[in-house]
């Protein structure tokens, strides 16, 4: 079983080993930590290259705090995307329900990431929140970047937007909510290739949990929910959800993307 969605630099530094190994208990053999921005890029990258690849990480600005990535900053990524174990760019995207940066700048910034990775052949991790237009056109303006859309609030519809781009989608433990009807439907209808699981630790924390921190190993609790409502056997969805994350994460495309190129073999699907 893989987290593919846990910020793991946000918990306590002397807590990070025992967090690990409750999820190892729980059968966890893999969690990727995606970075946020200022607070806790550089934690990320550390513990991607203490991880020994249990640990792989994702560097970027989330769209709360796009508007502190000026120059020095995107130097600082491009830098970071190089370290050991950091095999994405993330998280990024677009948040219209706080709006902790204003939305133009937002949008630059998620502009800038994309085109980074298709750059560099990188995968994206992708947060959107009542932005759903505006992320489609961001994404349609960069063409042929693959990545997944985390904790996944769209529905059916919206799964379909996504894997239509080439897109995964991951499911977190909202999808235990009682109100969690739409994300129910969205776990039904990702195509079995596409589909990561996730816990967006410390958030979100799946029933019975719900309301405490969150932590990697709960993730075992999204697999029984999501298994259950697709009626698909646990042991199957592990491995199929398990090969989708080493498809999109740790294998390399066959395709190299050209610089300055609109188009990838990817994108063509
Ligand atoms: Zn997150």
Redesign the pocket.
Known sequence: MIDS?A?LAMFPADERRAVLDRAGEAGVRAVLV?A?GRDDIDAVVEIAGLGEGRTPAAVGF?PHEASACDTVWKRCVERLIESPGVVAIG?IGLDYHYDLSPREDQRRVLAWHLGLARERGMPVIL?HREAWQDFLAALDAVPGVRGVA??FTEGADGVDEMTRRGLFVGISGMVTFPKGDNIREAARAVPAGRLLLET?SP?LAPVPHRGKRNEPAFVKLVLAEVARVREVDPAQLERETDSAFEELFLSRPPHVVEEGRGETAEGKR
């Open positions: 969605h910020h995606p946020t989330h998280e947060h985390h904790s967006d958030y």
